[in-house]
């Protein structure tokens, strides 16, 4: 499974969504669900699952899944 097809799960089940539901072109702006406290949520979901650390500037950046998956990415190289 590809980050991005990993990230675009999280962010479904965070969201309580189909995954269908969700697309590299989802963001918090477009997303029905993603609102403050989901996207808290969805960002210790993403430490969990990907093991990574994120501060408060980073969940201030990370509101696409294109950003998402870019900083994983990115993280993981």
């Given at each position: 499974?590809?980050v991005?097809?990993?990230v675009?799960q ?10 269908s539901a969700?697309t590299?072109?989802?963001t918090a702006?477009n ?23 994120l ?23």
């Open positions: 499974m590809s991005t097809e990993q675009i999280v962010v479904a089940e965070t969201l309580n969504v189909s995954p969700i590299q072109e989802s702006d997303t029905t669900g993603w609102d403050s406290l989901a996207h808290v949520n969805l960002m210790i979901a993403l430490e969990q699952t990907f093991d990574i650390t501060d408060v500037e980073d969940f201030a950046k990370l509101t696409s899944i294109q950003s998402i998956t870019d900083f994983i990415e990115a993280a993981q190289n």
